[in-house]
């Protein structure tokens, strides 16, 4: 298995016509979860996210991937 970086995002109770549709909803959820956050809080929200999500991930591989996908051009 190798790190999708396609559009994944699925919500079987809605039909959408893009795959980014519902993406597009998480991206809506995390702008909300940061509102009125300070900044320090924006930052540990992040970084819990981050833990929360690697962790279900669980592939020590794939988070490698992750990694590298997400440091490139910085």
């Known amino acids: 298995m190798s790190l999708n970086t396609q559009p994944n995002f699925h919500n079987p109770e809605?039909?959408?016509f893009?795959?980014?549709s519902?993406?597009?909803?998480?991206?809506?959820?995390?702008?909300e979860a940061h509102r009125d956050l300070s900044d320090e809080?924006?930052?540990?929200?992040?970084?819990?996210l981050v833990l929360l999500l690697a962790?279900?991930?669980g592939?020590?591989?794939?988070l490698e991937e992750a990694i590298t996908a997400a440091k490139a051009d910085l």
């Not at 809080?41 to 819990?48: E, G, M, Y």
């Not at 592939?59 to 794939?62: A, M, V």
């Open 14 to 16: 809605k039909h959408t």
């Open 18 to 20: 893009y795959d980014y």
């Open 22 to 31: 519902p993406g597009d909803d998480f991206y809506a959820m995390l702008i």
């Open 41 to 48: 809080q924006s930052a540990l929200l992040n970084a819990r």
């Open 55 to 57: 962790n279900h991930i």
């Open 59 to 62: 592939d020590l591989r794939i």
